[in-house]
């Protein structure tokens, strides 16, 4: 089983700064890779897969980058609406399906 | 657009079993695999398995085998994921998520989730 390693695993961002999350694998899994943002109370909300394509409606302000075990998501100019928990998730070598344990991004 | 709507809350006892609904619309169901994800409280997410809606075929997560089934009504676009021999620590909320096109196993419509409470 491919285990996925997040940090930081909380983010304190200010309105408008750049933030940096990162995804690590314990074995390639090249591009295989997605990020999704979570709110409280809400079901994941998909917002990368092929580790750098914007899924459909997902602003510009979202980046994704990296391969094989090394992956980024960077959100530009943080909104308001951006705060929350984010998780990577691998599905080259599968079943299973593996998560990151996610990074909470916080408002500083 | 595309709709995945699950069933209520539930509590059970340990021991018992739960059956868990998701009835989909807005999109072909047969075209599409489903899978079944859970968070406990405050936790990651995990995957359990995954539906082929077309032939019923599934596939689990090796954790899960011999406690989760996952089956389907396509006269009904709904998916059902059973879990027995239930325990506290399967208490979580349980989300259906449509796998993207073309088979890839990314999710990109999710169910609103469904607690399921095991306590004695």
């Known amino acids: 089983e491919i285990v996925m390693t997040q940090s930081p695993a909380t983010l304190s961002v200010s309105p408008g700064e750049r933030a940096t999350l990162s995804c690590r694998a314990s074995?390639?899994?090249?591009?295989?890779l997605a990020w999704y943002q979570q709110k409280p109370g809400q079901a994941p909300r998909l917002l990368i897969y092929g580790a750098s394509t914007r899924a459909t409606g997902i602003p510009a302000r979202f980046s994704g980058s990296g391969s094989g075990t090394e992956f980024t998501l960077t959100i530009s100019s943080l909104q308001s609406e951006d705060f929350a928990v984010y998780y990577c998730q691998q599905y080259n070598n599968w079943p299973p399906m593996t998560f990151g344990q996610g990074t909470k991004v916080k408002i500083k | 657009q595309v709709q995945l709507v699950q069933s209520g809350a539930e509590v059970k006892k340990p021991g018992a079993s739960v059956k868990v609904s998701c009835e989909a619309s807005g999109y072909t169901f047969t075209s599409y695999y489903m899978h079944w994800v859970r968070q406990a409280p405050g936790q990651g997410l995990e995957w359990l398995g995954i539906l082929n809606p077309s032939v019923g075929s599934t596939s689990y997560a090796q954790k899960f085998q011999g406690r989760v089934t996952l089956t389907r009504h396509t006269s009904t676009s709904t998916v059902y994921m059973e879990l027995s021999s239930l325990i506290s620590e399967d208490t979580a909320v349980y989300y259906c998520?449509?796998?993207?096109?073309?088979?890839?196993?990314?999710?990109?419509?999710w169910g609103q989730g469904t607690l399921v409470t095991v306590s004695s």
């Open positions: 998520a449509r796998g993207a096109a073309a088979g890839n196993p990314y999710f990109d419509s």
């Open positions: 074995q390639s899994v090249s591009s295989n």
